[in-house]
Each structure stands twice: as structure tokens, then as C-alpha cells.
């Protein structure tokens, strides 16, 4: 499913920075899309014998296996506006 329209309102109601908020969001969608290529490099190793515990090769997968998976923004989006995700301000003297 796609993303709907976000409220601004409902993004407030986090924290008070919007741009904070979609900083959180965006770092939280590298983290997803990161898991996931790793997951993927695992299982696909495990599959196959492997070569002095080498990782850095994804095997091409036959389209007929695909699985659709939730984009990995939309899911960190929705981590957000469900209170899933937490994260630390850290404040900055700029004198």
C-alpha cells in the first residue's frame, strides 16, 4: 500500500521540529533498507557453500520468487506517527 497524505498536526504532536521529524524518519528508512540488503546477502549465502566467510555478492533471484515487501519510507513513516521510534535530541551550543 502506498503512503497516504501525513498530518502536520499528528507530526507536531512528536516534536515540535518538522524537520526533525523527517530527519528521524529518513534515518530510520536507511536503517530498514540497510537490514534488509544484509538479511539478503545472509540468505543467499547460506544457500550456497560459502567462500571464506565472504559477504559482498547478492545472487540475482529468479523473478518468480519475488516477494513485494513494504517500502521501506512507508514503513519507517508509519514507525513514526505509531510511537515506534525513539530517538535522542542532542542540543548544540552554536556561540
Known sequence: MGLEPLSIKNMEEKTSDIFEAV????KRAKQILSNRIV?????????EELEMG????IEEKNPD????LEKVTTEAVNEFFDG???????????E
Open 84 to 94: 515506534d521510534i525513539k530517538w535522542d535530541k542532542i542540543e548544540r551550543d552554536d
Open 39 to 47: 538479511e539478503e546477502i545472509i540468505e543467499s549465502n547460506e544457500e
Open 23 to 26: 530527519i528521524v524518519m529518513s
Open 65 to 68: 520468487d519475488y516477494e513485494e
Open 54 to 57: 565472504v559477504y559482498d555478492q
